[in-house]
């Protein structure tokens, strides 16, 4: 790594030149952005100012008004060679097209994670999941080709079979969800497999907030000896956004000489003050192919209060990662419950194998449950309910039954945990 970084004026005069290029290349032929923008903007303030926020929902208008693939293309079909979709978690999946370029813009973005994460070409990482449409399996792959390591991929095997091939190939980097690092490890106890003969020295995360959170860390250091986590964060619509700091875990730098960031109050659009709580919206510089400008992703971060990182880089931090989502968000009397806080607890009580969280909507006021599946070893499971409970209390000042489940459902990809009951 470079033992300096880019000042906060340096990296906004090279953001202000990629809009600008960005602008050159989208207004002639996009027809989805040729409605929003006028001319490329003197300055970023004038950007934040004059271009209106794109949704979600408005690009799920667009992809059916104009199927399949919506307007929002700058160049011929002919030029794109990547099809991806979103995983459809918080609504309709999106699908997105990708040229040549946007697409080694992308892998480079993620290049650049591994490298923070101390990734080398004497790597082995093994990807444990299914190659699926979802494009961040897909760049994480390419991103380590392209840095030398060996690649090993762990598409169409049970648990078992990926944990064998863990050890037998000497994998020294995981990647996967902080849920499946979890399954992985606890199926390697059922099976008498001891971690601590894998050669697996980091865990790169995501598709979840664990890998921010510090309970769901410690948990899965734990069980993974000698390994270290390393979080990070991204989205089909944009691509891969941000990287663990090196220096503070649970902080996530956003990469700002590839995106353009804003954080804003979910209720009115404006930008919040440093340090505050709101909705993180992007504009994504270097993917002409099919751009976002001011795109509102729906995730709940806090920016650090310090513009300057301990790491020395000015790009935007976020403390804790990725904290929510404002469709995930639920109040209970008058308490905002993230999922990540509902995590934290629940790691940080123990014994806990598996758990899912009842959202009951019905009534005027939405109540939360949770169902646990205690680790087999746990002596007391009533007692552990009544721990949770009381965890639970102390930390959000609700009260939140809990209780026992024989068996929950595990997942390779993001959790789906949370259950809503209304009507």
């Given at each position: 790594?470079?033992?300096?970084?880019?000042?906060?004026?340096?990296?906004?005069?090279?953001?202000?030149?990629?809009?600008?290029?960005?602008?050159?290349?989208?207004?002639?032929?996009?027809?989805?952005?040729?409605?929003?923008?006028?001319?490329?903007?003197?300055?970023?303030?004038?950007?934040?100012?004059?271009?209106?926020?794109?949704?979600?929902?408005?690009?799920?208008?667009?992809?059916?008004?104009?199927?399949?693939?919506?307007?929002?293309?700058?160049?011929?079909?002919?030029?794109?060679?990547?099809?991806?979709?979103?995983?459809?978690?918080?609504?309709?999946?999106?699908?997105?097209?990708?040229?040549?370029?946007?697409?080694?813009?992308?892998?480079?973005?993620?290049?650049?994670?591994?490298?923070?994460?101390?990734?080398?070409?004497?790597?082995?990482?093994?990807?444990?999941?299914?190659?699926?449409?979802?494009?961040?399996f897909w760049l994480a792959f390419?991103?380590?080709?392209k840095t030398g390591c060996i690649?090993?991929?762990?598409?169409?095997?049970?648990?078992?079979?990926?944990?064998?091939?863990?050890?037998?190939?000497?994998?020294?980097?995981?990647?996967?969800?902080?849920?499946?690092?979890?399954?992985?490890?606890?199926?390697?106890?059922?099976?008498?497999?001891?971690?601590?003969?894998s050669a697996v020295k980091r865990?790169?995360?995501?598709?979840?907030?664990?890998?921010?959170?510090?309970?769901?860390?410690?948990?899965?250091?734990?069980?993974?000896?000698?390994?270290?986590?390393?979080?990070?964060?991204?989205?089909?619509?944009?691509?891969?956004?941000?990287?663990?700091?090196?220096?503070?875990?649970?902080?996530?730098?956003?990469?700002?000489?590839?995106?353009?960031?804003?954080?804003?109050?979910?209720?009115?659009?404006?930008?919040?003050?440093?340090?505050?709580?709101?909705?993180?919206?992007?504009?994504?510089?270097?993917?002409?192919?099919?751009?976002?400008?001011?795109?509102?992703?729906?995730?709940?971060?806090?920016?650090?209060?310090?513009?300057?990182?301990?790491?020395?880089?000015?790009?935007?931090?976020?403390?804790?990662?990725?904290?929510?989502?404002?469709?995930?968000?639920?109040?209970?009397?008058?308490?905002?419950?993230?999922?990540?806080?509902?995590?934290?607890?629940?790691?940080?009580?123990?014994?806990?194998?598996?758990?899912?969280?009842?959202?009951?909507?019905?009534?005027?006021?939405?109540?939360?449950?949770?169902?646990?599946?205690?680790?087999?070893?746990?002596?007391?499971?009533?007692?552990?309910?009544?721990?949770?409970?009381?965890?639970?209390?102390?930390?959000?000042?609700?009260?939140?039954?809990?209780?026992?489940?024989?068996?929950?459902?595990?997942?390779?990809?993001?959790?789906?945990?949370?259950?809503?009951?209304?009507?």
């Amino acid at each position: 790594m470079p033992d300096s970084f880019p000042s906060r004026t340096e990296l906004a005069n090279r953001q202000l030149a990629r809009l600008r290029e960005l602008y050159q290349a989208v207004l002639p032929t996009n027809q989805f952005y040729q409605g929003k923008l006028s001319s490329a903007p003197s300055d970023l303030n004038q950007f934040f100012n004059s271009v209106p926020f794109t949704t979600k929902p408005e690009i799920v208008r667009d992809q059916q008004s104009h199927p399949p693939f919506g307007s929002n293309l700058t160049f011929p079909l002919e030029q794109y060679t990547r099809c991806h979709q979103t995983s459809g978690t918080s609504g309709q999946p999106l699908r997105w097209l990708d040229t040549r370029e946007s697409w080694d813009w992308m892998v480079g973005n993620w290049q650049k994670i591994l490298a923070v994460a101390g990734v080398t070409k004497s790597d082995r990482v093994f990807f444990a999941f299914s190659f699926g449409p979802f494009i961040g399996f897909w760049l994480a792959f390419e991103a380590a080709e392209k840095t030398g390591c060996i690649c090993l991929t762990g598409g169409g095997m049970s648990t078992s079979a990926r944990l064998r091939q863990i050890l037998d190939l000497q994998a020294t980097v995981l990647c996967c969800t902080p849920t499946y690092a979890i399954h992985l490890a606890r199926t390697a106890v059922q099976e008498g497999i001891d971690l601590a003969r894998s050669a697996v020295k980091r865990i790169l995360v995501a598709g979840e907030p664990g890998g921010s959170i510090p309970s769901t860390r410690q948990e899965i250091e734990k069980l993974w000896p000698g390994a270290r986590v390393f979080d990070h964060h991204g989205m089909t619509e944009v691509g891969a956004v941000s990287f663990e700091c090196p220096l503070r875990p649970t902080v996530l730098h956003i990469m700002e000489e590839a995106y353009l960031p804003e954080i804003i109050a979910p209720h009115s659009g404006e930008q919040v003050a440093r340090g505050s709580e709101g909705e993180l919206v992007l504009t994504t510089l270097g993917r002409a192919g099919s751009p976002l400008l001011r795109y509102r992703t729906g995730d709940i971060v806090r920016s650090d209060e310090k513009t300057v990182c301990a790491c020395g880089r000015s790009d935007l931090a976020l403390v804790g990662g990725i904290l929510g989502r404002t469709d995930d968000m639920v109040v209970v009397r008058g308490v905002n419950v993230f999922p990540s806080a509902v995590d934290e607890i629940v790691r940080s009580c123990g014994g806990v194998s598996e758990y899912r969280v009842h959202v009951n909507q019905r009534g005027a006021l939405a109540e939360v449950s949770v169902e646990i599946e205690p680790d087999p070893v746990t002596k007391s499971p009533d007692g552990l309910a009544k721990k949770l409970e009381g965890a639970f209390h102390d930390a959000l000042a609700l009260r939140v039954p809990v209780r026992l489940a024989a068996a929950l459902p595990r997942f390779e990809l993001k959790a789906k945990r949370w259950v809503r009951e209304t009507g």
